[in-house]
């Protein structure tokens, strides 16, 4: 777990802060979005991708763009924030008991936020809540609380560390008699492309809370914890859960366990080091060592090679009958599906994870027999681990599905796009459905409206 850096947090304080924080437009030529351009070209040449082709010839300029929105805490100071915004309001400064909120304690819950992991560099999602017991008549405006978290969020970071400084810049800024911020964080737990054929119980997210408590908080036994835990207890939150403060990076960061695939490419790891640097950051601070090793080799899971020769070795190889007491769903004695077959794939926009559920319906035609549910989804992984967008990806698997199944294909895929949340538009939550239909499907209204009818009716996010 990285450490609190309480120098440069102090410093912080002092000198205040930048309120126009957000990524300037036409920040183009700056210096370190240049630099950070130029490294994401080394990574796409690095995946043997063509910078120069449609689809990526404005890759780098994206990633840049997102990775500075998604870093501009460093550009941001706190002491502003909220010295602006206390307000005065008579309390019960005599006798016992504190004034606000109930028993005492203003909550804001339910914070949506985003971070980037330092340990991997991918974004993770945060459920942020925020407690404090006034003191010294005066209260602070509730939309300030949201604006110091995002501060801190919106870097490189660790969840305690960050429920740390989101903590200690609210009980240094405003002066109460406590504060407690609790985080419910989730970590994408994206699988390798070995793996991903052979874990079918592969669990796509880390979930892990963190807690952190200044003056009346500081005890995580103190009674007052009792008052802000029962608050957030309709919100389905399981204090058991709560991550060891001493082993955070072990219980938390999925790229720890990344396994041994030889040594990374030197000029990519290079290239994320120089990044890491041009986001305001030290890429030689201990937390940041091996970062850009594992970013790389984790990035190399969508190396771009000769995917439709393996396909073709490996769907021929595995063509055997379906027998009788195979399990595979019918919707009438002609139509066929297979629902809910996960993937995993990398966004060639910003270069950031998307993932869901692939569903597929086909009309059996005399002489074809079903193929096993293992086959498609290998069709549905050869296809998702390159880079790729959703249209073109829902495009392939129909294609490639439609040539071994008789033609009469239908394709739907559901997706969650880390770039939804982990840019300015943050619409966390959000869900992407494409389409394809090839045969009889694209003209059968009936058969469409049957297998639309059989794909179950629940979320892929965060679940």
Known sequence: MGAFDEGRFNVELENGVNLGGCVELGFEEDPETVAIEDSVKILLQGLGEDVNREGLRKTPLRVAKALREGTRGYRQRVNDIVQGALFPEAGLETGIGHAGGAGGIVIVRDLDLFSYCECCLLPFQVKCHVGYVPSGQRVVGLSKLS????????RLQDPQRLA??????????????????????????????????????????????????????????????????????????NFEKTCPRDSSYKCWCPSQAISKMGPANSGMVSAVASII???????????????????????????????????????????????????????????????????????????????????????????????????????????????????????????????????????????????????????????????????RFSTDLASREKFMQSIPNFPTARE
């Open 164 to 237: 740390d400084e989101v903590c200690s810049a609210l009980h240094s800024g405003i002066k109460p008699t406590g504060v407690a911020v609790v985080l419910q964080c989730l970590h994408i737990h994206f699988p390798n492309f070995e793996s991903a054929f052979f874990d079918l119980n592969h669990q796509g997210w880390v979930k892990m809370l963190f807690t952190s408590g200044a003056g009346v908080f500081e005890d995580d036994k103190a009674d007052i914890w009792g008052d802000f835990r029962s608050l957030l207890k309709f919100r389905g939150i």
């Open 147 to 154: 604006r110091v978290a995002d501060v801190f969020a919106k």
């Open 277 to 439: 640097r041009s986001l305001g950051e030290d890429p030689l601070r201990n937390e940041l060592l091996e970062t850009p090793t594992r970013f790389v080799k984790w990035l190399m899971n969508f190396k771009n090679c000769d995917l439709e020769m393996k396909l073709n070795g490996f769907v021929l190889g595995r063509m055997d009958a379906l027998r009788p007491n195979v399990n595979i769903g019918h919707l009438d004695e002609d139509i066929h599906s297979e629902l809910n077959l996960s993937f995993w794939s990398q966004c060639e926009h910003h270069l950031l994870p998307f993932h869901g559920v692939v569903h597929i319906g086909y009309i059996r035609t005399e002489g074809v027999n079903p193929i096993r549910k293992t086959i498609l989804q290998s069709i549905v992984h050869f296809h998702g681990f390159k880079l790729q967008v959703q249209e073109r990806l829902t495009r392939q698997i129909a294609e490639t599905a439609s040539s071994l199944l008789g033609g009469d294909v239908m394709v739907v895929v559901e997706a969650n796009h880390t770039c939804m949340i982990s840019r300015g538009i943050e619409k966390f939550g959000s869900n992407t459905a494409t389409v394809a239909v090839l045969g």
